[in-house]
C-alpha cells in the first residue's frame, strides 16, 4: 500500500511527540512542553484551526515520517503573500530510501506559498533541498558584543567552554569584542508602537525581504510567546518610532549534580531602526536594558545587510571577523561550544533579490524566525 500522508490533528500530538523523541531529539521541547507545539504549529487566520500545520507520512496508519510547516506572510518590498517555514523534518530510517522525504517536503512546497524555507538545516539534508531545486544558503551572520567591563566573565564563559585553550587566546576573542564604554541612553519606551502598522511598518516593509514584522507577527512572536520574556525597546523619532526586540539568556552548564548556572546574555532578535541616527539612540537603550538586566554581552543573527551595518557602528563586531569567532558558544542551555552556524535553505522566486551575509542584503532574517529562538 502506498503511503498516505495528511496534517495532524489534536489527538496525534502524544504519536508525534514519541516520534520526535525517537527520530528528532531525545526529550525535545516540543514533547516537553505541549502548549509551545500549539504555539508553533497552530496559528488562528493562518491555518485550518482544526490542523496543526504539520504533516504526516503514515504506512497502514503507523507514523513514518513527519514536517511541520509554521504559516507566515511573506513580504517583498511591500509586496505580501503566503510563506512557510519549515521544521523537525524527519523520516524513519527504514522509509529514507523511498519518496517519502520529497513527498513530505511537497506538502508545504505548494503553489499558494511564495516562500517556503527551511531555517537550521544540516549539511546531510542540504543534499535535499538542492536535489528539490532549492536555494542552500551561506550561514546566517552573527554579531557579537561584550559589555564594558566584562571582559573577564566573557574569558571565564570561554575557559569553561574550551578549556584547553590557552589564557592568552581567550583573552584575545573576549577583547575583539569589548566595548569600550556603555553609550549614554536617552528616551525610550518598553512597547510596540499602536500605530506600527501604519506608520513604521509600511516603509520597512517596502525595502525589505522576509515575514512581515507587522503587528500581528510582532504580537504573536513575541508578547505572546508560552515559554520565553521578550523584552521590547522602542525609540521615537518624530512620526518614526525604532524597535528592538530582546530576551535574557541564562547560561547554564552540565556538571554531574545537573545544570549549574553560568552567567547571562543578551539576544537580541529584532533590530528595525527608524534611522541610522535613530539605530545609535536605539543601540544605546538596547545596550543599557541589557547591562542592568545583569547580562555581560548581547548578540544578533541577522541576513540583513542595513541593520548589521548600523549594529556594526553601534559597537557589534561580527564574529566572522576573528579566527576564533566562530567558537564563540551560541547554544547556552547547557553550554556547548559546537559554535553558532545556522545553515539554511529555501523555495522562491529565483529572480528575487539573493540572500546572503552582503552587506546589501535586502532580506530582513533574524534568529527569531521559524523556532530557530526556541528552548532547547
Known sequence: MPVDFRYAEDRDYPVISRFLDEHWGRNHVYCR?????????????????DRYSFALAEDRGELVGILGGIPFHFNCLGRRSKGAWIANYAVRPDYRRGPVALQLLGQFRRPEFAACVAFGITQASAVIYKVMRGEVLEPIPRLFAVLPGNRERMQRLLAIDHPDWTEERAEGLARHFLLDTLPAAGAFENAIPE???LVDWPAIASTTIGAARDLDYLRWRYLGHPLFRYRVVAVREGRRTGLAVWRLETIRRQTPGGREDVDRIGRVVEFLPASRVNAGNLAA????????????????????????????????????????????????????????????????????????????????????????????
Open 195 to 197: 500605530d506600527w502598522d
Open 285 to 376: 537603550a538596547l545596550f543599557q536594558e541589557i547591562c542592568a538586566a545583569g547580562a555581560f554581552a548581547a548578540d544578533v543573527y541577522s541576513y540583513h545587510g542595513p541593520a548589521r551595518a548600523r549594529l556594526a557602528e553601534a559597537g557589534f563586531r561580527s564574529t566572522a571577523d576573528h579566527p576564533d569567532g566562530a567558537l564563540v558558544p551560541s547554544r547556552f542551555q547547557p553550554l556547548d561550544g559546537k559554535g553558532g552556524a545556522i545553515l539554511s535553505a529555501m523555495f522562491v522566486d529565483r529572480s528575487l533579490p539573493a540572500c546572503s551575509a552582503a552587506a546589501d542584503c535586502p532580506w530582513y532574517w533574524t534568529k527569531s524566525d521559524s523556532d530557530q529562538d526556541r528552548p532547547n
Open 33 to 49: 512542553e505541549p502548549r509551545l507545539f500549539d504555539w508553533t504549529f497552530r496559528r488562528p487566520g493562518y491555518w485550518a484551526e
